[in-house]
T-cell receptor, first 113, second 115 residues
Framework: GNSVTQMEGPVTLSEEAFLTINCTYT??????LFWYVQYPGEGLQLLLK?????DKGSNKGFEATYRKETTSFHLEKGSVQVSDSAVYFC????????????FGKGTTLSVSS | GAVVSQHPSRVICKSGTSVKIECRSL??????MFWYRQFPKQSLMLMAT?????????EQGVEKDKFLINHASLTLSTLTVTSAHPEDSSFYIC???????????FGSGTRLTVV
């Protein structure tokens, strides 16, 4: 079946530190991969996505590369800010008609100044 | 961009009553909507897939008689929590697939508290 596994949190960093949140997936076919962010008390926002192998998604300084050989889509940011504190979800869609996103468990990031 | 409007954002109800949550697609037609439930500090668990004009498809373990889903039009899907109990308290989020194969949009969520 299809599933997403992401690193357990919480992740606590100081401002300007380097961030990596690991995400691996299991899927049949050719899934699209996503990172979503949820700020406290808010809904989900798409952070970035990649639709095929070797694609790199990027947004707001965050990057993730679709690695088919390692079935991974790790999220990285070179220098985090306090405002990046949120819960980050890795997700995939199998790209079959009518299918929902499948989410990882989420990783809480806390950045202190 | 495609927007899904979800209401109410917060609701408190008494045990035994029913609560309806609405999700409307504002600028597009959503033939399929998805309903998720999120427990505190946990991931989003897919509850059901709502298809316009047909019965919803529920995930294993979700009580279809308790969580009634109606998708009567291309712009409106509703989730009704019937005979609510405190354990139904949660954050409920709807989502719709938009346009191409990898576009999804989410409602802002509904915080349900059953007292």
């Amino acid at each position: 079946g299809n599933s997403v596994t992401q690193m357990e949190g919480p992740v606590t960093l100081s401002e300007e530190a380097f961030l990596t949140i690991n995400c691996t997936y299991t899927a049949t076919g050719y899934p699209s991969l996503f990172w979503y962010v949820q700020y406290p008390g808010e809904g989900l926002q798409l952070l970035l996505k990649a639709t095929k192998a070797d694609d790199k998604g990027s947004n707001k300084g965050f990057e993730a590369t679709y690695r088919k050989e390692t079935t991974s889509f790790h999220l990285e940011k070179g220098s985090v800010q306090v405002s990046d504190s949120a819960v980050y979800f890795c997700a995939l869609t199998p790209n079959q008609a009518g299918t929902a996103l499948i989410f990882g468990k989420g990783t809480t990031l806390s950045v202190s100044s | 961009g495609a927007v899904v409007s979800q209401h109410p954002s917060r609701v408190i109800c008494k045990s035994g009553t029913s609560v309806k949550i609405e999700c409307r697609s504002l600028d597009f037609q959503a033939t399929t909507m998805f309903w998720y439930r999120q427990f505190p500090k946990q991931s989003l668990m897919l509850m059901a897939t709502s298809n316009e004009g047909s019965k919803a498809t529920y995930e294993q373990g979700v009580e279809k008689d308790k969580f009634l889903i109606n998708h009567a039009s291309l712009t409106l899907s509703t989730l009704t929590v019937t005979s609510a109990h405190p354990e139904d308290s949660s954050f409920y989020i709807c989502s719709a697939r938009v346009g191409d194969r990898d576009g999804y949009t989410f409602g802002s969520g509904t915080r349900l508290t059953v007292v």
